[in-house]
């Protein structure tokens, strides 16, 4: 069962949603991802963001470029917010690993193999104590992508996950709303990135001309469709499950 949301005004004059479950009814595991879900779309619903993509989520900065987290941090998510602090608070508190992925528009018309960042970037850690892949996409050169490093019970590395990436975008751009999945020992909840601002879809556009010209004077498949309002921009994909005892 899905959480309600309720406006409740404070003494501030200020309004913060909260969640309301009836007694016996405690939060699930995927609840809270939803709900760590509903803050991650509030970023990438700001219009003046200090960052794009992956880059308003997880550092270090990875704009035109694979995701490489610093591998020394205990998590790569900072949370800005008290709401924030709080939901990933709740996530470590339950012993629930969580990690993302952000999925682009790219994805739906390039295979795993051309390795594009526009595609598909992460994973990055959202609590402290997920186990990494260990492998990430750096470059399309000597990689042997089927005899990659492995790391037992880590997060679906890069290339593991992608036919379940390319799966969601498609489905968001039919108008699905979301689904859950499991991948090994993980669970995959993706959701949908809509473009609820005219300047996503001139950015996102305007982004796609210069890359379909190189496109055409080359061997590679033709770039996503053009973005309209309230259409997906891309997605994100959350693996999570309880730490192994």
Not at 37 to 66: C, K, T, V, Y
Not at 97 to 126: E, H, M
Not at 208 to 219: E, G, I, K, V, Y
């Amino acid at each position: 069962m899905r959480p309600v949301l309720f406006a409740l005004a404070t003494t501030s004059l200020t309004f913060t949603a909260f969640a309301v479950f009836g007694a016996g009814n405690p939060k699930t595991d995927l609840n809270l991802i939803d709900d760590f879900n509903h803050l991650i779309q509030q970023r990438f619903a700001d219009p003046a963001p200090e960052a794009l993509g992956m880059s308003r989520i997880a550092r270090p900065n990875s704009f035109g470029a694979h995701y490489i987290p610093t591998f020394s941090a205990a998590a790569d998510f900072s949370p800005m917010s008290e709401p924030e602090r709080a939901l990933v608070a709740e996530l470590a508190g339950r012993k629930i690993q969580a990690g993302l992925y952000v999925v682009g528009g790219a994805i739906s018309c390039c295979s795993a193999d051309y390795l594009n960042p526009r595609a598909l970037k992460g994973p990055a850690k959202i609590t402290p104590g997920t186990p990494r892949p260990a492998w990430y996409p750096e470059s399309r050169d000597g990689v042997d992508l089927l005899h990659r490093p492995k790391a037992a019970g880590s997060l679906p590395d890069w290339y593991d996950i992608y036919a379940v990436a390319q799966h969601a975008m498609s489905s968001f751009r039919d108008g699905g709303k979301g689904f859950e999945t499991s991948l090994g020992s993980w669970t995959i909840a993706a959701r949908p990135v809509p473009a609820t601002q005219e300047r996503c879809v001139t950015c996102h556009n305007g982004m796609l001309t210069p890359n379909r010209r190189l496109l055409a004077l080359s061997d590679a498949p033709p770039g996503p469709p053009d973005l309209s309002l309230n259409s997906p921009a891309g997605g994100v994909l959350y693996a999570f499950r309880r730490a192994p005892e």
